[in-house]
């Protein structure tokens, strides 16, 4: 059997998919922190059957709870500090997400100008579906070259 020590203050995201751990690597930036991460990959669960965990041992703040909450809001984010749980923090889908996933038509605006955020509105909550925010670039017709002006609209 594996044997992962306990971390002093940091959080354990438990309940995670089998097999998305990596991902929630990446899309989190945990490579970016310097701090210490174990990934756990297909461990038993009673409840999932197999799971993924992630222990990580900087502070809770520097996790984007939007970002998990939109990748899976199943997941269970425990706050460990002095290598205890302190608090379970409850992840809901956020109503809007911003640069986490990009438009796929390519006649979208925000594919076309980089500078552009990408961002998504929640629009079924059931479903879980989300929709890209349109947005129309307009030049400004009084001062024509001095910048560039966006209206965002929700259709």
């Known amino acids: 059997m594996l044997n992962i020590s306990g971390i002093q203050e940091g959080f354990v995201l438990d309940h995670i998919q089998a097999g998305m751990s990596l991902q929630i690597y990446h899309d989190l930036k945990l490579d970016q922190l310097d701090c210490t991460v174990a990934i756990i990959k297909n461990a038993k669960s009673n409840k999932m059957g197999k799971k ?6 900087c502070p809770v703040e520097a996790l984007d709870l939007d970002i998990l909450g939109f990748i899976d809001h199943n997941i269970t984010v425990n706050v460990i500090k002095d290598s ?3 608090e379970k923090k409850e992840l809901h889908m956020p109503k809007q997400v911003k640069n986490v996933i990009r ?5 979208c605006i ?14 079924d909550e059931a ?4 929709r890209s925010k349109p947005q129309i670039k307009i030049r400004h017709k ?4 001095q910048g560039d002006f966006f209206i965002s609209h929700i259709s």
């Open 127 to 130: 479903k879980e579906v989300y």
């Open 103 to 107: 438009c796929k038509n390519p006649r």
């Open 84 to 86: 205890k749980i302190v």
């Open 52 to 57: 993924d965990i992630l222990k990580v041992e």
């Open 110 to 123: 925000t594919s076309i100008e980089q500078e552009l955020d990408q961002i998504f509105l929640l629009t």
């Open 142 to 145: 009084k001062v024509p070259l």
